[in-house]
Nanobody
Framework: QVQLVESGGGLVQAGGSLRVSCAASGRKFSTYAMGWFRQAPGKEREFVAAISWSGGRTSYADSVKGRFTISRDNAKNTVYLQMNSLKPEDAAVYYC??????????????????WGQGTQVTVSS
């Protein structure tokens, strides 16, 4: 069982930066692949980024590639999403999620077993 709690969301101007964090508790965080997803009002939840259990492999949605960076610190049981050059269309509730190692890098919601409650990111134009 893994419990996930996101933090760091807020209001930022377009072009600005924000870092959201996801603190994990429970067993064997370092053995899980992690992902970030987001959901805007009236839209389906979508993949943003993923990172392998070791942090050695990352993947990104095309819409955020080059602007967002996912990272993790297994000693702190935390995964991060650094968001730069934010656009109004990045506004959403951001969720972190944990998946078994063999789903490392997955963009599919159904591959992730554990989810946080989400943190709101608002981008003003």
């Amino acid at each position: 069982q893994v419990q996930l709690v996101e933090s760091g969301g807020g209001l930022v101007q377009a072009g600005g930066s924000l870092r959201v964090s996801c603190a994990a508790s429970g067993r064997k965080f370092s053995t899980y692949a992690m992902g970030w997803f987001r959901q805007a009002p009236g839209k389906e939840r979508e993949f943003v980024a993923a990172i392998s259990w070791s942090g050695g492999r990352t993947s990104y949605a095309d819409s955020v590639k080059g602007r967002f960076t996912i990272s993790r610190d297994n000693a702190k049981n935390t995964v991060y999403l650094q968001m730069n050059s934010l656009k109004p269309e990045d506004a959403a509730v951001y969720y972190c999620a944990a998946a078994p190692q063999y789903y490392s890098g997955s963009y599919r919601i159904e591959d992730y077993d554990y989810w946080g409650q989400g943190t709101q990111v608002t981008v003003s134009s």
